[in-house]
């Protein structure tokens, strides 16, 4: 019997341990701000089908979780949402955001509610990343500079730069001091909507902050 719990035991730390090995699907950790530069791996145009094989696995983590007593957290709860984002399982990252929501789940606190606004901004489903948003002020949770990045993010896929100037003017309100990943975001932004001018302001007023773009944005820029 002790044989077998240790065994059990082990199977289910080398399944905890996909929590970190998924982190590895569709890049390294960007600060929840989807700083993606132009020569990353192209967004479909439809909605994701999702890695199905990968939800297996998260759903043995999770049972191996369960059978061991061992309850989500804030932190692992926000992971698993980011793995499913990662993964392209949009809609089944949504249904745990719901009813988290519903049952008014402590472990759906702001990073959680941001790393699912940023799966969906990474899946082009930015109608739902701006509704988890709604979702999020609803609920009374106040939004972190992660999430102003990610919002700008949804922004860039919208096309929409009137926007993005309403989520910087928000961010600014809230006391949010913008850092290198909202500066490159910015820059994608108006470049993209040819403002080119705007993204310069952008770019000169972060340089008196000691902020620089990236190359990737720079290079954007210039094109």
Not at 61 to 74: L, R, T
Not at 78 to 102: D, F, N, P, S
Not at 173 to 202: C, I, Q, S
Request: aromatic share 8%.
């Amino acid at each position: 019997m002790c044989i077998r719990d240790r065994e059990e035991k082990d199977d289910a730390e080398e399944d905890l341990r996909f929590y970190d090995e998924v982190d590895m699907f569709g890049g390294p950790s960007d600060d929840f701000g989807w700083d993606a530069s132009p020569e990353g791996a192209e967004e479909p145009d439809r909605a994701p089908v999702g890695d199905h094989a990968g939800l297996e696995k998260l759903e043995r983590v999770e049972a191996a979780m369960a059978a061991h007593g061992v309850p989500h957290s804030p932190q692992s709860f926000t992971r698993l949402l980011q793995a499913l984002g990662r993964l392209g399982l949009v809609y089944h990252m949504i249904a745990r955001v719901e009813r988290a929501a519903e049952a008014r789940d402590p472990n759906l606190d702001a990073f959680a509610l941001t790393a699912a606004i940023t799966g969906c901004f990474r899946n082009r489903q930015v109608a739902q990343g701006f509704r988890l948003f709604d979702l999020m002020q609803a609920a009374g949770l106040e939004p972190n500079k992660y999430t102003f990045n990610a919002l700008l993010s949804g922004c860039v896929e919208a096309q929409d730069p009137g926007k993005g100037r309403a989520v910087l003017e928000a961010m600014g309100a809230a006391g949010m001091v913008p850092n290198a990943v909202t500066l490159n975001v910015l820059v994608k932004l108006f470049t993209a909507a040819g403002e080119v001018e705007e993204a310069l302001r952008h770019i000169n007023a972060h340089a008196r902050k000691g902020l620089q773009p990236s190359t990737w944005a720079v290079d954007l820029w210039i094109r």
